[in-house]
């Protein structure tokens, strides 16, 4: 999962933002603006809409499946990679301060100060760290369900269209959520769940 994990955000990189002959910068010196485009599928709106559904979703089925099938523990395993991908990607915003591609043209602009927040995409973390747990329990049985990646996918390109982020943005982001995900999928208990009251193990299927 990790090398076609790693193999996906190389091809989103390599096809949609880099071009044939990129000069660009940041710290991989990928990073430039490109046409932006805030049309279509790559609205901000839509943007906004895949990650608020895919968040109620989860806690949604979590609340629903409880904790005991394999589909209810895999539900809070992703709540836990969220939580862990948000809290890690705010800490790196606040650090890193780096002004975002509908701020300056300049990728190399680190260490701006206050409010400046792309680095890295928590949007872009959050999806890939909603998705990950799933593709790690089903694989093996569902392999259908890796296409579940094309969600991250869809976000890192629509990020950068709208002038969100930066390419290394949307990779960090992408990264942290991936790793979060696969964190949180080899644990045992999840650790949300653990937390709460016994009646959330069992779930409101059962009780109806």
Request: aromatic share 10%.
């Amino acid at each position: 999962m990790k090398k076609i994990s790693g193999a996906l955000a190389l091809a989103i990189i390599t096809v949609t933002f880099c071009g044939p002959a990129l000069a660009g910068g940041g710290p991989l010196g990928i990073d430039r603006r490109v046409a932006r485009d805030d049309s279509g599928i790559w609205q901000r709106k839509y943007q906004r809409d895949l990650i608020n559904l895919m968040i109620v979703g989860d806690i949604a089925g979590a609340v629903w499946e409880g904790g005991e099938t394999r589909l209810g523990k895999t539900f809070w395993q992703s709540i836990d990679s969220t939580t862990i991908a948000g809290l890690s990607t705010e800490v790196l915003k606040v650090t890193f301060s780096r002004e975002r591609p509908a701020e300056t043209d300049n990728p190399n602009k680190f260490f701006q100060g206050g409010g400046h927040r792309s680095f890295p995409s928590g949007e872009v973390a959050a999806v890939s760290a909603i998705v990950t747990p799933f593709v790690a329990e089903y694989r093996h049985d569902h392999p259908a369900v890796y296409a579940l990646e094309l969600l991250p996918a869809y976000d890192m390109v629509a990020r950068v269209k709208v002038w969100g982020h930066w390419q290394t943005d949307v990779l960090a982001g992408f990264a942290i959520g991936t790793a979060s995900g696969i964190y949180a999928h080899s644990r045992a208990q999840p650790l949300i769940l653990s937390a709460l009251p016994g009646g959330f193990m069992v779930g409101l299927r059962k009780k109806f």
